[in-house]
């Protein structure tokens, strides 16, 4: 499955892409003994962020690749690839949507082509 990066702020942006390798939610104890050399958050920050039971959703991925042309929120929202919700959450994409942009973020290189 694809994942978008995308850096929030101002001057948000999708940055790049990857795939995802797995997907599962644990408990932080569990997170650091199977994950401690990927991980990228501190075990006090995975503390901080955990659920009510102590668990938190964890992915890893492969494959990073920039967008040689970032894409910024106003176009993504443009191509329908940002919903109403004005949070930091997943959001799902479509195939057309995922193909609006890479082609957004690969100008010239990822043309559509009519069926």
Same mark, same amino acid.
């Given at each position: 499955?694809?994942? !978008? ?8 942006? %999708?940055?790049? *892409? %990857?795939?995802?390798?797995?997907? %599962? ?19 006090? @920050? ?8 102590? *668990? ?21 929202? @443009? ?5 109403? +919700?004005?949070? !930091? ?5 479509? +195939? ?7 082609? %957004? ?11």
């Amino acid at each position: 499955m694809p994942l !978008i990066f995308y850096v929030s702020g101002k001057g948000g942006r %999708a940055i790049g *892409h %990857a795939r995802l390798t797995s997907s %599962a939610v644990l408990p932080v104890k569990e997170v650091i003994r199977q994950y401690e050399r990927q991980g990228v958050l501190s075990i006090a @920050r995975l503390g901080e962020i955990g659920d009510k039971r102590g *668990h938190v959703h964890v992915f890893t991925f492969d494959n990073f690749t920039r967008f040689p042309r970032p894409v910024a929120y106003r176009e993504l929202k @443009r191509l329908g690839c940002v919903n109403s +919700a004005n949070y !930091i959450t997943v959001t799902p994409l479509g +195939a057309d949507q995922l193909r609006s942009l890479m082609a %957004a973020g690969y100008p010239g290189e990822c043309e559509q082509q009519d069926e």
